[in-house]
C-alpha cells in the first residue's frame, strides 16, 4: 500500500504560480494530478511515466502546467504558472501499479493522496 501526501496549495492571484508537490511512502510508477473544482467530478490534470521520459495533459493546463519527479525523494511536483480562477479545485496526487502515462479517468488510480485546495483569485 502506497501513502501518498500532497502539500503546496494555497490562494493566488490570477496570473500567478504555485508548485504542488507529493510525497509517496515508498517506490511507484506511473503518476500523476486530478483536480476537482467546486461542485463538479473530478478531472485529469496530467501524468508522468515511471522514468519522467513521458507525461500527458489536459487540454484546459497545456503549456501552463508542468508534471515533474525525483524517484530519490519519491516525490512527484506539479508546478503551475498563468492560473486562472477556473484552476480553483482541490488538488489530488494520484498514482498506479502500471509503468505508463496517459490521460487517465479516476476509475483507473490505484492509489489517492487526501487532497490540497488551491484557489485563485480574479
Known amino acids: 500500500q502506497v501513502q501518498l501526501v500532497e502539500s503546496g496549495g494555497g490562494l493566488v492571484q490570477a496570473g500567478g504560480s504555485l508548485k504542488l508537490s507529493c510525497a509517496a511512502s515508498g517506490r511507484t510508477n506511473a503518476m500523476g494530478w486530478f483536480r476537482q473544482p467546486p461542485g463538479k467530478e473530478r478531472e485529469f490534470v496530467a501524468s508522468i511515466n515511471r522514468n519522467g521520459g513521458s507525461t500527458y495533459y489536459a487540454d484546459s493546463v497545456k503549456g501552463r502546467f508542468t508534471i515533474s519527479r525525483d524517484n530519490a525523494k519519491n516525490t512527484e511536483y506539479l508546478q503551475m504558472n498563468s492560473l486562472k480562477p477556473e484552476d480553483t479545485a482541490v488538488y489530488y496526487c494520484?498514482?498506479?501499479?502500471?509503468?505508463?502515462?496517459?490521460?487517465?479517468?479516476?476509475?483507473?488510480?490505484?492509489?489517492w493522496g487526501k487532497g490540497t485546495l488551491v484557489t485563485v483569485s480574479s
Open positions: 494520484a498514482a498506479r501499479t502500471t509503468i505508463m502515462a496517459g490521460t487517465w479517468v479516476p476509475q483507473d488510480i490505484d492509489y
